[in-house]
């Protein structure tokens, strides 16, 4: 579904990003984990269109994100991680317009739409303005903006910060009910609880290189993840 | 003490961070050529006042009234004080993003809010002196005043932008209050505020008349100042007279209601502020669905955001509200219109160049799209995550920005035709000429706003009002209509060439320009708007 070749993006004379590898195959839990400055989020706006990039290859489900980035947008559906909407708009406005950009019946959008607000109990409030809501609220209604348009590849960039325990288990459900159904997801996190009992497979990056990437199982063994991930990036 | 010096830098630093010069200084791109212009747009504002004081100081001086110079200076700074802050002073004060923040450390809220107020005044300052120097030196120039009087000069200078920005932060408060809660906010603010205004304009104009009623005399006018203005009457009465009273007066008038109204402030504030950014969240209500492209989408989406800010409207529309009060008053044929069109046909101006000068002119300050792409702020990361068509994006701003204008200006269009009797041919020639200017300016606002772009603002005033692309896109406009009217006026200086046959060849050219500037952005729009 996702493959990443010898990505490379740097920020000046800082490389952010250095010759990263990934695949990520339909129906992967992806977890992809490092420090703060690491390089997740500028790997996760590369592979999402935000960020262009110096050198390498994207491919979503076959197409080159640099040759048609349309197409691969189409089935990505990305949850940044601090959940700016437009906050001039309703909640239900703001879930029409995305609607509206992947071409989704209004049939479909109205059944969507009640599905997932109902589940993340904001079906309340989507006649008020994003302004009026709270952090965790403009979370899930993001989440719910990505959902509704059954996306191949979801990308999200530490999407458990702000959401509560109920709105966080309700999102792991459908991580593992999508990827059932063939999609895939990859996501940044610093819970590596969360990544260790969620992804069946993770990467692990240091200053914008990869340490590690592979089965989950694998590479932790019989210790946890935190002892893994403490000791690839002390050694570093 | 430290605190609030750091607190004002980072003020200061906000508001010119709009306008690009400390970012392109830093990264040495496009920074010299940047600076050049905001230089010479400076200098061309400090000539065209040096002009005016000097053309009034001509009139006025045989009759011995030159000190109306410092009148009319004292005026106009107050004026544009109080025009341009409007809004200015309410976002600055009490909706800018980092106030929270501000609020959570250890520094007491009136420093903080000394350190806003201190940011707008110093901004005003600007202006001031740069309306000022022409000003005083036309006058020092007739008058060879003492030089005490250049320091009353400076004391004058300082202190006018204050109470203006007192009676905007006043106002805007009080719209923000009297509307916070509302299901329409945004637009009860709007007519509200247009309301205050129009009700100071029209007590302005009674004065005016008031004072012409009166004998005209040195004495007179000057009293009648002080009474119905003291702030600027004791001003101008301590420079013309070097009357250090006066100036007392004066500095009274002029601070302390400014440290009176910054001492409530300071006690209420965070209630204050709290009133103002309350919203309300609405449980339940109908949720509605309905299906659109992505264009219409994207378009619908702009207009929201548009229409949700009132500054945003005041600001990009003010060329659009400014014909509109044209023509409007165009149809109640005062004598002063009458006048005014009689001078400009005797000097061989046709109605039609009358009312076509005057729109594109006004125009020029018009321009929706220029501070649009940075507007787009953090939610930038929504469309370009988007499979969205940067091209499209591109084409709802430059919608709303169409669609807004050319309605009025066909009603404005049609208003002068009958009230300035232009006839047919001549309507078609404003209303055509027009809407490529709309479409043209348009254009060059988002090709501006491609390159020149912040998205780290605190809040939308500093985008609307100061950025780089706003001020590029008004000075192009500007110069633009200014280069079509002097190029007229210069081919008729060696041969009498017809005006309709003109307007005809500059709609062709106008109309190549911006099939020019659609393909620089259909080409070059992908890759500009992932350099965002």
Redesign the interface.
């Known amino acids: 579904m996702l493959e990443i070749r010898n990505l490379t993006k740097s920020y000046g004379k800082t490389n952010a990003v250095d010759n990263l590898s990934l695949t990520i195959n339909d129906g992967d839990i992806f977890g992809f984990i490092g420090h703060n400055g690491a390089g997740k989020t500028t790997t996760i706006k590369a592979v999402v269109g935000i960020h262009e990039f110096d050198s390498g290859e994207i491919i979503v489900n076959g197409i080159s994100v640099k040759s048609d980035a349309i197409s691969c947008k189409e089935q990505i559906a990305y949850i940044p991680d601090n959940p700016d909407l437009y906050e001039f708009l309703t909640g239900i406005k703001y879930l029409n317009f995305v609607s509206d950009i992947f071409d989704l019946s209004k049939a479909d959008r109205a059944k969507a739409i009640d599905k997932f607000s109902t589940e993340f109990e904001m079906k309340d409030v989507l006649s008020s303005p994003i302004s009026s809501y709270s952090h965790g609220m403009k979370q899930k209604l993001a989440i719910i903006s990505a959902l509704i348009h059954k996306p191949r590849l979801l990308v999200l960039d530490e999407p458990f910060v702000g959401l509560d325990p109920k709105a966080a288990f309700i999102l792991k459900e459908h991580f593992r009910q999508m990827t059932a159904e063939g999609a895939s997801i990859f996501f940044s996190t610093h819970g590596l609880e969360v990544a260790q009992k969620l992804c069946n497979k993770i990467a692990i990056i240091k200053n914008g290189r990869l340490l590690e990437a592979g089965e989950t199982d694998e590479i932790i063994g019989k210790k946890s993840l935190e002892d893994v991930f403490m000791e690839l990036t002390e050694n570093e | 003490m430290n605190k609030f010096i750091s607190l004002t830098k980072i003020n200061l630093i906000a508001a010119l961070r709009q306008m690009n010069l400390l970012r392109r200084r830093a990264a040495n791109k496009h920074g010299s050529a940047f600076i050049g212009i905001v230089a010479i747009m400076l200098l061309a504002l400090m000539a065209y006042a040096g002009w005016f004081a000097y053309k009034i100081s001509s009139i006025l001086n045989p009759i011995g009234l030159e000190w109306f110079v410092l009148v009319a200076l004292l005026f106009i700074i107050t004026f544009f004080v109080f025009s341009t802050s409007l809004y200015t002073v309410n976002s600055v004060l009490f909706e800018s993003s980092d106030t929270e923040q501000l609020f959570a450390y250890p520094i007491p809220k009136y420093q903080i809010l000394f350190s806003k107020v201190l940011g707008l005044v110093v901004e005003n300052w600007i202006v001031a002196f740069v309306l000022a120097l022409p000003f005083i030196s036309v006058y020092g120039y007739y008058v060879h005043p003492p030089i005490i009087f250049y320091f009353y000069a400076l004391i004058c200078i300082l202190i006018s932008p204050l109470i203006p920005l007192c009676l905007i932060a006043i106002i805007s408060y009080l719209v923000s209050v009297l509307t916070s809660g509302t299901q329409f906010k945004n637009y009860f603010n709007l007519v509200l505020t247009i309301g205050m205004i129009a009700g100071i304009t029209v007590g302005l104009n009674r004065i005016a008349k008031q004072i012409q009623l009166s004998n005209i005399s040195a004495s007179s006018i000057l009293s009648s100042i002080k009474t119905y203005y003291p702030p600027l009457g004791y001003a101008v009465s301590g420079l013309y007279k070097i009357n250090p009273l006066d100036m007392l007066i004066a500095i009274a008038w002029n601070v302390l209601p400014f440290v009176l109204l910054c001492g409530i402030l300071s006690i209420f504030y965070a209630s204050l502020r709290s009133r103002v950014v309350a ?16 264009l ?3 378009t ?2 702009e207009f ?2 548009f229409f ?2 009132p500054m945003y409207i005041l600001n990009s529309c003010i060329g659009i509200i400014l014909i509109t009060i044209f023509s409007i008053t165009s149809s109640g044929q005062g004598k002063g219109f009458k006048a005014l069109v009689a001078a400009l046909n005797t000097m061989g101006a046709s109605s039609t160049q009358v009312a076509l000068i005057t729109f594109l002119v006004i125009l020029s300050t018009a321009n929706i799209t220029a501070p649009s792409i940075s507007l787009e ?3 930038l ?2 469309i ?6 940067p091209m499209e994006a591109l084409m709802a701003k430059l919608a709303v920005h169409t669609i807004t204008l050319t309605p009025l200006l066909i009603i404005d269009s049609i208003i002068v035709t009958f009230t300035m009797k232009i006839g047919f041919s001549g309507f078609i020639i404003v209303i055509l000429s027009c809407v490529l200017y709309v479409v043209l300016g348009g254009l060059v606002g988002l090709i501006y706003n491609l390159h020149f772009h912040r998205f780290d603002f605190i809040n939308e005033m500093q985008v609307v009002k100061n950025s780089a692309s706003v001020i590029l896109t008004l000075i192009t406009q500007l110069a633009t209509a200014a280069a079509v009217i002097f190029l007229y006026w210069l081919i008729n200086q060696f041969v009498a060439f017809n005006f309709y046959v003109y307007t005809v060849i500059i709609m062709v050219i106008a109309l190549g320009a911006i099939a020019s500037l659609y393909r620089y952005l259909y080409r070059k729009s992908e890759k500009l708007f ?2 965002l």
């Open positions: 919203t309300k969240i609405v449980k339940g209500g109908k949720l509605t669905f309905g299906t659109s492209s992505k219409s989408a994207l619908k989406k929201t955001h949700h800010s702020g953090k939610n990361w929504i370009k995550s988007f499979p969205v068509n992932l350099q």
